[in-house]
T-cell receptor
């Protein structure tokens, strides 16, 4: 039982390049989330999904897109990377129960030069 | 706007020196307050959920309490393995999927 797995662990992009971050969970969770974590700031929600085929915007969605084609996978895309997107990205998942805690992956450290 | 503030930013303790971390929140309609532990290079790991003022939860050397304005995470007789960043988060509306996180308190326990 791996929990939440994120790939890659590290990535360096040049400004304007694109990439996709992959998140997979094996806990049969309905809800999945993408957060970013920056020094001195709390985790901020980018996008989330309440089930297969659904996505919704969080508090900082600009410059990102997501897809949830399968229940166990949640993809985060950057179409044209900018230095402001340098951050650590965390994927999380949870059950469809009010106040169910989030289970996090170990993050992807992205640097945009 | 919902706000979650954690203090202090950093805390250095000697092994066995008990202390407390603070999480204050300004929200409308608290539905739950969460504590997480985060080790360097890892994702946050769930510790506790608190739902109402007066509630307390314990796990080993950690005890979390909740009032109407803030939560405390008490660390009793800490050990070096308790060194981590502790994150506080709140959920403010039923069926609202967003957790609002504080910036965290980094605890270092020296042997």
């Amino acid at each position: 039982n791996a929990g939440v797995t994120q790939t890659p662990k590290f990535r360096v992009l040049k400004t304007g390049q694109s990439m996709t971050l992959l998140c997979a969970q094996d806990m049969n969770h309905e809800y999945m989330y993408w957060y970013r974590q920056d020094p001195g700031m709390g985790l901020r929600l980018i996008h989330y999904s309440v089930g297969e085929g659904t996505t919704a915007k969080g508090e900082v969605p600009d410059g990102y897109n997501v897809s949830r084609l399968k229940k166990q996978n949640f993809l985060l895309g950057l179409e044209s990377a900018a230095p402001s997107q340098t951050s650590v990205y965390f994927c999380a998942s949870s059950y469809r129960v009010d106040n169910s805690p989030l289970h996090f992956g170990n993050g992807t450290r992205l640097t945009v030069t | 706007e919902d706000q979650v503030t954690q203090s202090p930013e950093a805390l250095r303790l000697q092994e066995g020196e008990s202390s407390s971390l603070n999480c204050s929140y300004t929200v409308s309609g608290l539905r739950g307050l969460f504590w997480y532990r985060q080790d360097p290079g890892k994702g946050p790991e769930f510790l506790f959920t608190l739902y109402s003022a007066g509630e307390e939860k314990e796990k080993e050397r950690l005890k979390a309490t909740l009032t109407k304005k803030e939560s405390f995470l008490h660390i009793t007789a800490p050990k070096p393995e308790d060194s981590a960043t502790y994150l506080c988060a709140v959920r403010v509306r039923s069926n609202d999927y967003k957790l609002s996180f504080g910036a965290g308190t980094t605890v270092t326990v020296r042997a």
